[in-house]
């Protein structure tokens, strides 16, 4: 498999998506971003008018199908695309056993990004 991922270093392949989202620290009040991709391991948001720190530990919600998941994970990198918008990597901590097989199907069977 990793010949197949030559000059990729993604543990799992990326599945591209274009949703809105809510997060949030965990234990306050939700805000709205849009999703970007998403993988077994985490996802990858757009957010905009927030501060967001690498280690911040986030509740986020999201749809895959037609079921909302809430899973909770860590900011491993933040990138400030311009003075307001802030491109966010987190790793799930939290997620149920049941969305994370299925991410796991979904993300085997489409292109890496």
Excluded: H
Aim: contains cysteine.
């Amino acid at each position: 498999m990793a010949e197949d991922r030559a000059g990729n270093r993604r543990k799992y392949a990326r599945v591209a998506t274009d949703q809105v989202i809510s997060f949030a620290p965990v234990e306050a009040r939700d805000l709205l971003a849009v999703s970007r991709d998403i993988s077994p391991g985490g996802i990858r948001f757009e957010a905009v008018g927030c501060e967001i720190d690498l280690g911040d530990v986030l509740r986020v919600t999201f749809n895959i199908g037609d079921q909302t998941v809430v899973a909770v994970g860590q900011v491993i990198w933040a990138t400030e695309t311009d003075p307001i918008t802030t491109d966010v990597g987190i790793e799930f901590l939290e997620i149920d056993p049941e969305i994370l097989e299925l991410l796991e199907e979904v993300s085997s069977t489409a292109n890496l990004l």
